[in-house]
C-alpha cells in the first residue's frame, strides 16, 4: 500500500498517558517495517480553505488561537499544544491525499492509506471533541465533490466508536452515504437505527449499533446484510473508511472482539465491493489504542492488499446481531422496507 505520513503529526503531543498518543505512528511504523511493499508519501497539508469546507470557519480561527497561544484541554479529553495546528492541517491534507490519489486510479498494491494523527470523526462543523479537531474523512469527501473529481462518496467507518462528527456534518447531503458499525451505548452515545439523515440526505446515513462483544461473525454479518448492499444501492465514485481499530479485542477502551484477522476480512469485502462498483477506496486512520493491536491492524490491511487471504469465520453472527440487521433493513429507507 502507498501510506500518506508526515512527522508533523507527531508534534502533536497528547502526553503519555493519552491514549491518542505519537507512539500510535511510531509503533505503526514499526510494524510496517516488517512488511514489504510498503511505500510512504508525505503529502501538502490542508489549507484552510479546504478545511473551512466542512467546519465554521469561526471554529477553525478559534482552534488556531488555542493552539497559538499554547493549547491546553479543549475539553477533558481532547488536548492540543501549539503544534496541533500544524498536525491537524496535515493529518486533514492526508486524508485529503488519500481519496485523491484513489481517485486518480491508484488500487490494488497502491490503495493509499493516511497514517496521519489527530483523528477526526468526531470533530463536528463548530466544534472539536473525542480527540478530534478536522474531520478529516470528511474533509477528504467534500474535497472529492467540490474538485469535480467524484460526484457521489460513501463513507464506511469502522471504528468502534460512531464517527458524530461525519454524520452531523454529511446529515443533510444526499451526495455522501455514512455506514457505521459501532459499539451500542459508547461514546458519543450517537448512532441509533432511528438516524437517517435528513432532507436531501434522508436515507443516506445508516448505523448499525452492535452490541458490546460483538466479534468477526457479527460484523462480517453486518457489512453483508447492511453496508455492503447500501454501497452497491447508492453506487459511490469514492469509499473511504474511517479505520479505526478500538474494536479489536485487546483494545483497553471497547468491549468488542474483533480479530486481527477479523479486520483483514472487512478489508477485503470493502475492496471486493469497490472493485465490483467500479469506485475509487482510500483509508484515513481513526481510532485504536492498543498500540499492538492498532500497528497490527494497520499492517493486515496492507496484507490484504499484498495478496494475503483473510481468514473468515465460519460460526454465525449472535441473535441480537441478526434481530439488528433484521430491523434495520426492515425500516431504513435505503433498503425500501425489505427484511428479506
Given at each position: ?7 508533523v ?6 502526553g ?7 507512539d ?7 510494524t ?11 503529502a ?12 465554521d ?18 475539553d477533558?479529553?481532547?488536548?492540543a ?19 485523491e ?27 472539536a ?18 474538485s ?73 454479518t453486518a ?17 473511504l ?5 478500538d ?9 468488542m ?8 476480512m ?30 497490527d ?18 460460526e ?7 434481530d439488528?440487521v ?15
Open positions: 500500500m502507498k501510506f500518506g505520513y508526515s512527522e503529526c507527531l508534534e502533536h503531543d497528547t503519555q498517558r493519552h491514549p491518542e498518543n505519537p500510535r505512528l511510531r509503533a505503526i511504523r514499526k510496517l517495517s516488517r512488511r514489504h511493499g510498503v511505500e510512504y508519501v508525505e501538502d497539508s490542508a489549507d484552510e480553505s479546504t478545511v473551512t469546507a466542512v467546519h470557519a469561526d471554529y477553525v480561527e478559534e482552534f488556531r488561537e488555542f493552539c497559538a497561544d499554547g493549547g491546553g484541554n479543549w477533558p479529553d481532547t488536548v499544544v501549539e503544534e496541533s495546528w500544524d498536525a491537524a492541517l496535515q493529518s486533514a491534507g492526508l486524508a485529503r491525499w488519500s481519496a490519489t484513489a481517485l486518480a486510479g491508484e488500487d490494488g498494491r497502491d490503495t493509499p492509506f493516511a497514517i496521519g494523527r489527530p483523528p477526526g470523526h468526531h470533530a463536528v462543523v463548530d466544534d471533541m473525542g480527540f478530534c479537531f478536522f474531520n478529516n474523512a470528511a474533509v477528504a469527501a467534500q474535497y472529492a465533490l467540490d469535480g473529481d467524484a460526484d457521489s462518496v460513501a463513507v464506511f467507518d469502522w471504528d468502534v466508536h460512531h464517527g458524530n462528527g461525519t454524520q452531523d456534518i454529511f446529515a443533510e447531503d444526499g451526495d455522501v452515504l455514512y455506514c457505521s458499525l459501532h459499539e451500542d451505548g459508547l461514546y458519543p452515545g450517537t448512532g441509533e437505527i432511528d438516524e437517517v439523515g435528513e432532507g436531501d440526505g434522508a436515507g443516506t446515513t445508516l448505523n448499525a449499533p452492535l452490541p458490546a462483544g460483538a466479534g468477526d461473525p457479527e460484523y462480517r457489512f453483508d446484510d447492511l453496508v455492503e448492499p447500501a454501497v452497491r444501492s447508492f453506487d459511490p465514485d469514492l469509499i473508511v474511517s479505520a479505526g481499530f474494536a479489536h479485542r485487546h483494545d483497553p477502551i471497547s468491549r472482539r474483533v480479530s486481527t484477522e477479523g479486520y483483514g472487512l478489508t477485503a469485502r470493502v475492496r471486493d465491493v469497490a472493485d465490483e462498483t467500479a469506485a475509487a477506496l482510500g483509508f484515513v486512520l481513526e481510532g485504536g489504542y492498543s498500540l499492538d493491536t492498532l500497528s491492524g494497520v499492517a493486515m490491511v496492507h496484507e490484504v492488499f499484498d495478496g494475503r487471504d483473510p481468514v473468515v469465520p465460519e454465525d453472527a449472535d441473535e441480537d446481531v441478526r439488528l433484521d430491523e434495520v433493513r426492515a425500516s431504513h429507507p435505503i433498503f425500501d422496507g425489505d427484511s428479506d
